[in-house]
Structure formats: structure tokens, C-alpha cells
């Protein structure tokens, strides 16, 4: 549903907050190789995450990328137009270049109610809450590894 940037963005967010949670800071190989993506990449991924302010880093032997303790919640959505993956949200469901109310693609007023339906569901969760659910066991990343201590 959403590129790559977008997968990866959401899921080391998700990663970060699960380890952060413990006061753990995360190294860029660390995070690349549990999320399954190219180290450069998660890079490129995490600096516009710090740069936005969705998250944090700090430099040297103890640094590494972390949501601060008393971070307000990060929504998935804030994640996902940041990383420039907020188009799904308002292009037409056929690619149409002219997709509008006035002038809409033949399954625009069926397609809108479920896209606007995904956007206040993604705007409505945050990523705080996505790494509870997994630490709970309520669900799951592929490859994406609870802390030692917290595992079952």
C-alpha cells in the first residue's frame, strides 16, 4: 500500500519506541537489520525522522536514535507525511491526474469515504501505541525482536 520509504520509516519508528520504552538507544545497523532494510536507506529514513523532530539521536558511544521519555504521541500519520508518503491520502485510487468532486474518476465517492476512513485511523494511532500492542503480544513485526528482558 505504501513504498518503501514509507514501510521502513513506520516500522523503525515502531522499533525505536518499542526499545526506548526501556531508555535504549539505537544504533543505525541495529535498527537497518531488524527492520530488514539497507543500512543506507534506514539513514536517509531516520535523519528525516530527527529532523522533523519525531524522534531523537545523539552522537558517540552511548548515542544512537530514541523517542524521549516524556515524548508527546507520534501518530503514524505524522510519520507517513513526513517521509512524504501522505499522497495515498489524497491522489485518485486510478492515478488520474484530474481527480476531483467536480470533475471525479468513476470510483472516487466510493473510494473517498475508506481513504478518509484510513487517514483519521492513522491520525488517530500513534506509534507509542503500536509498540505497546507488540510488547503486550496483541501483534507483530516480522523480524522485529522485543527486548531480552521483555520477551515471554
Same mark, same amino acid.
Given at each position: 500500500?505504501?513504498?518503501?520509504?514509507?514501510?521502513?520509516?513506520?516500522?523503525?519508528?515502531?522499533?525505536?519506541?518499542?526499545?526506548?520504552?526501556? $531508555?535504549?538507544?539505537? $544504533?543505525?545497523?541495529?535498527?537497518?537489520?531488524?527492520?530488514?532494510?539497507?543500512?543506507?536507506?534506514?539513514?536517509?529514513?531516520?535523519?528525516?525522522?530527527?529532523?522533523?523532530?519525531?524522534?531523537?539521536?545523539?552522537?558517540g558511544?552511548?548515542?544512537?536514535?530514541?523517542?524521549?521519555?516524556?515524548?508527546?504521541?507520534?501518530?503514524?500519520?505524522?510519520?507517513?507525511?513526513?517521509?512524504?508518503?501522505?499522497?495515498?491520502?489524497?491522489?485518485?485510487?486510478?492515478?488520474?491526474?484530474?481527480?476531483?468532486?467536480?470533475?471525479?474518476?468513476?470510483?472516487?465517492?466510493?473510494?473517498?469515504?475508506?481513504?478518509? $476512513?484510513?487517514?483519521?485511523?492513522?491520525?488517530?494511532?500513534?506509534?507509542?501505541e503500536?509498540?505497546?500492542?507488540?510488547?503486550?503480544?496483541?501483534?507483530?513485526?516480522?523480524?522485529?525482536?522485543?527486548?531480552?528482558?521483555e520477551?515471554?
Amino acid at each position: 500500500m505504501f513504498s518503501k520509504t514509507c514501510e521502513y520509516g513506520l516500522r523503525a519508528s515502531v522499533f525505536v519506541a518499542i526499545h526506548s520504552e526501556n $531508555g535504549k538507544r539505537l $544504533g543505525i545497523k541495529e535498527i537497518a537489520k531488524e527492520i530488514e532494510s539497507p543500512l543506507y536507506f534506514t539513514g536517509k529514513i531516520l535523519q528525516n525522522l530527527v529532523k522533523s523532530k519525531l524522534i531523537s539521536s545523539a552522537k558517540g558511544p552511548n548515542g544512537g536514535f530514541y523517542l524521549e521519555e516524556d515524548s508527546r504521541p507520534i501518530s503514524v500519520l505524522e510519520i507517513l507525511e513526513v517521509l512524504d508518503c501522505g499522497d495515498f491520502f489524497y491522489n485518485c485510487a486510478l492515478g488520474l491526474k484530474e481527480c476531483s468532486e467536480e470533475r471525479p474518476c468513476p470510483i472516487h465517492s466510493k473510494f473517498k469515504k475508506y481513504r478518509e $476512513g484510513l487517514k483519521d485511523l492513522f491520525a488517530e494511532t500513534s506509534i507509542q501505541e503500536l509498540a505497546s500492542d507488540i510488547r503486550e503480544g496483541k501483534g507483530y513485526i516480522t523480524n522485529l525482536n522485543l527486548p531480552k528482558e521483555e520477551k515471554l
